[in-house]
Nanobody
Framework: QVQLVESGGGLVQPGGSLRLSCVAS???????????VAWYRQVPGKERVLVAR???????NYADAVQGRFTISRDNAKKVIYLQMNSLKPEDTAVYYC?????WGQGTQVTVSS
């Protein structure tokens, strides 16, 4: 059974950077490498929204709010999904979730504050 575990969240000052990681355990290498993967985020009282997506056959999509600041990447050999977040803003504060193979991770809190 596939399980996703995120890490890398924390408290950072505005303008800072964080890199989130999401490890997919229990997935075969071929399933993972073919899968679309994504990062979402959610703030209390609001819906979970897409931040960045790596499509199954290549190519990426980003939310307008993070375009040019965030980068999604993947390491198929290690079965890891990354989200590099630069020039962070207070409005980026949220719980970040990875999504892959119809599974969600448990979420990792990102707080951007001075």
């Amino acid at each position: 059974q596939v399980q996703l575990v995120e890490s890398g969240g924390g408290l950072v000052q505005p303008g800072g950077s964080l890199r989130l990681s999401c490890v997919a355990s229990g997935a075969s290498g071929s399933d993972f490498s073919r899968a679309a993967v994504a990062w979402y985020r959610q703030v209390p009282g609001k819906e979970r929204v897409l931040v960045a997506r790596f499509r199954a056959f290549g190519g990426t999509n980003y939310a307008d709010a993070v375009q040019g600041r965030f980068t999604i990447s993947r390491d198929n050999a290690k079965k890891v999904i990354y989200l590099q977040m630069n020039s962070l803003k207070p409005e980026d504060t949220a719980v970040y979730y990875c999504y892959c193979l119809a599974r969600w991770g448990q979420g990792t809190q990102v707080t951007v504050s001075s």
